[in-house]
């Protein structure tokens, strides 16, 4: 299997533009998560899904981020409009549950940068 | 609340020293799954262990060893020998069963193994 895979895996633009992340999990995975890493306040789990479902979408920052999952095989975070303080690395997990719980095994992307300027 | 305290923000040993990352949490359910994930320089966050919260026996796999001890809610893990390619970030992590299955993480510790 190819893993998770993000695009872009750099991205740079400018305040106020829309930005477009995008995450394929692995094939199988009914569970995906979007985590943001910055210095400051480490890794911060902002929505998961299960079945294309949300679940909790209690850590996106605000109504300027949206993340949706049309099928089992993509999902997009979206952030309209961007502001500086949402530079950081965005990585997207997916996972399947064992044991009729979610035993936690993630599997990461490489993440996505996004620098605000 | 949930949470996961790892107090050591940077460390730096020696090459062949022991090293010991602190991973406290903090839960009200008596289910729940404890982590360890390391982020080498490459950025990839990978996995390294699960403990449930009914198994308190350490675990040793190589150099690594975990020691969870439910009474100060503590889930230690150890690099006996440290190598230069254990330099990373080290992330506890929490999960617990009434939390709809919400996966949470410390704020991570970054290892220096000085060669």
């Known amino acids: 299997d190819a893993g998770v895979i993000q695009s872009p895996r750099h991205e740079v633009t400018e305040m106020g533009q829309e930005v477009t992340l995008r995450c394929k999990p692995i094939?199988?995975?009914?569970?995906l998560f979007w985590y943001r890493q910055t210095m400051m306040r480490g890794l911060e789990l902002l929505i998961y899904?299960?079945?294309?479902?949300?679940?909790?979408d209690s850590g996106m920052p605000e109504d300027r981020f949206s993340a949706k999952m049309p099928n089992a095989s993509f999902s997009t975070l979206k952030i309209q409009p961007s502001e500086p303080r949402d530079s950081a690395v965005y990585f997207c997990?997916?996972?399947?549950?064992?044991?009729?719980?979610?035993?936690?095994?993630?599997?990461f992307g490489e993440g996505s940068r996004l620098t605000v300027l | 609340a949930q949470k996961v305290t790892q107090a050591q923000t940077e460390i730096s040993v020696v090459e062949k020293e022991d090293v010991t990352l602190d991973c406290v949490y903090e839960?009200?359910?008596?289910?729940?799954?404890l982590f360890w994930y390391k982020q080498p320089p490459s950025g990839e966050l990978v996995f390294l262990i699960r403990?449930?919260?009914?198994?308190?026996q350490n675990e040793i796999s190589g150099r690594y060893s975990w020691n969870f001890q439910k009474s100060t809610s503590s889930f230690n893990f150890t690099i006996t020998a440290s190598q230069v390619v254990d330099s990373a970030v080290y992330f506890c992590?929490?999960?617990?069963?009434?939390?709809?299955?919400?996966?949470?993480f410390g704020k991570g510790t970054r290892l220096h193994i000085l060669p």
């Open positions: 997990a997916s996972s399947s549950p064992g044991l009729g719980f979610l035993t936690g095994e993630l599997f």
């Open positions: 094939s199988g995975h009914d569970y």
């Open positions: 899904f299960n079945n294309n479902v949300p679940i909790d």
């Open positions: 839960t009200r359910d008596t289910t729940y799954y």
């Open positions: 403990r449930n919260s009914f198994d308190e």
């Open positions: 992590a929490l999960s617990e069963r009434n939390r709809d299955d919400k996966i949470i």
